[in-house]
């Protein structure tokens, strides 16, 4: 079974940091491309940032582009998003999501996805 679990959400004060972990179970994360995304009490998912799969690649939203940096650890099959100076704007629930495609990814129609972690962002 094909799995995802973030974990790394918690409270954090204006120009904090965090890092979020998505950890991978059933498949090697390597092989595929990951993806960020979040969503905000009563508002659509955005698309935070995409890592390819190989070379690793890594694309941003501009609204993060900066500030956060993905990664991917392939010896534990886990991706990881570094979120520094953070705004109260980021407060969001924050997904992982995998498919076989860069295109996927940064279109946001992933196959497999996690449960989600919470960042809040406040004094």
């Known amino acids: 079974q094909l799995q995802l679990v973030e974990s790394g959400g918690d409270l954090v004060q204006p120009g904090g940091s965090l890092r979020l972990s998505c950890a991978a179970s059933g498949f090697t994360l390597d092989y595929y491309a990951i993806g960020w995304f979040r969503q905000a009490p009563g508002k659509e998912r955005d698309w935070v940032s995409c890592?390819?799969?190989?070379?690793?690649?890594?694309y941003y939203a501009d609204s993060v582009k900066g500030r956060f940096t993905i990664s991917r650890d392939n010896a534990k099959n886990t991706v990881y998003l570094q979120m520094n100076s953070l705004k109260p704007e980021d407060t969001a629930v924050y997904y992982c999501a995998a498919d076989n495609t860069l295109y996927s990814c940064l279109e946001g129609s992933l196959e497999v996805w996690g449960q989600g972690t919470l960042v809040t962002v406040s004094s």
């Open positions: 890592i390819n799969s190989g070379d690793g690649s890594a």
